[in-house]
């Protein structure tokens, strides 16, 4: 497979096909002019000769182009799509294990240490050893709620269970209360309302990206949340009040490597022939809007 890979690359070296058209255009060109004047039924007059010349002309050229450039072209996109495709199941894969790794094995030293510090704290003898192990115990409750966040923020089991609806739920509800930031959820999808796993799995990125770019960069004070169904799609909107950002940066996201985490969302919106809006200015807050069509539970 690389084989291929590299081949079709070469095949579409953008300058390879400058040239090629370039060389197409001029034969196809050199030989109209030198043929066809030859041929009694050429027309005469400018009008006439520069029509048919240039008709020939891009006749000529557009099985050349195709082959080319057009066709090269379709397969790098379509291969595009398929490697960004095992990208996002790769990552989700790699989620789901270091969430295993997470719960069981962190998970369960914690929880076999805070089961030895309550034995600890009734049996101290002294009144300095129970005030320390009372300390450890508040510390290592608060690891082991941390560790259980992190796994499911990793393996979101709410999403396989309940649903968009009811993770998207609990998704806000942590992020309130873990950011002391105001969030007005408007959830409009019935909770049992089911979609496609990689549709269900694209929203929640989607959102829980957003949610922690706003931790990590806005300031916000209030952050308002919509799910909705339109026409045969799902929309998520994030809106904060926060500090915002000069957007027109982001036409170059390309070669920016500061934008992957809202680049990913987009690829992962145009993936499934969605979209991503982002639009922000410093000052003024950010609206980030999501578009995924609905693919059902298959
Ligand atoms: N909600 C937001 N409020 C303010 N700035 C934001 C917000 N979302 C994104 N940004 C800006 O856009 C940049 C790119 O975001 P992102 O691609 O997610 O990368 P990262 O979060 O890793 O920095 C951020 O570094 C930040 O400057
Ligand atoms: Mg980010």
Same mark, same amino acid.
């Given at each position: ?9 070469? *095949? ?131 690891? *082991? ?25 609990? *998704? ?13 959820? /408007? ?68 070669? /920016?490597?500061?934008?992957?985490? *809202? ?36």
């Amino acid at each position: 497979m690389p084989h291929t890979q590299l081949n079709r690359r070469q *095949l579409v070296s953008p300058l390879r096909v400058f040239g090629f058209v370039l060389l197409l255009a001029f034969l196809a060109e050199g030989l109209i002019m030198l043929v066809l004047p030859r041929i009694s039924l050429w027309p005469r007059g400018s009008v006439g000769e520069s029509a048919a010349d240039a008709a020939l002309l891009s006749l000529m050229l557009a099985p050349g182009l195709w082959f080319v450039a057009v066709r090269p072209l379709r397969n790098v996109f379509r291969d595009r799509g398929e490697l960004l495709e095992r990208v996002f199941e790769a990552q989700e894969d790699e989620r789901r294990r270091l969430a295993r790794d997470l719960h069981d094995e962190l998970g369960q030293h914690l929880t076999a240490i805070l089961v030895g510090l309550r034995a600890m704290e009734q049996a101290a003898e002294s009144e300095s050893t129970r005030g320390r192990a009372t300390v450890l115990l508040r510390l290592t409750s608060t690891s *082991l709620n941390e560790v259980r966040r992190l796994a499911r923020g990793l393996r979101p089991g709410a999403l396989e269970d309940f649903g968009l609806s009811e993770a998207v739920e609990r *998704l806000c509800e942590e992020f309130q209360a873990t950011h002391h930031v105001s969030l007005t959820l /408007n959830m409009k999808l019935r909770p049992d309302r089911r979609f496609s796993p990689a549709t269900e799995i694209a929203v929640y990125r989607l959102l829980q990206e957003s949610l922690t770019n706003i931790a990590r960069h806005a300031e916000a004070a209030r952050v308002q949340v919509s799910l909705s169904e339109i026409e045969g799609a799902i929309r998520l909107v994030v809106r904060d009040d926060g500090k915002g950002f000069d957007n027109s940066r982001l036409a170059d996201a390309g070669r /920016n490597p500061a934008t992957f985490g *809202l680049r990913s969302m987009q690829e992962r919106a145009e993936l499934l022939r969605g979209s991503l809006r982002v639009v922000s200015e410093p000052g003024k807050g950010t609206f980030v809007e999501g578009v995924l069509p609905i693919t059902e539970v298959g």
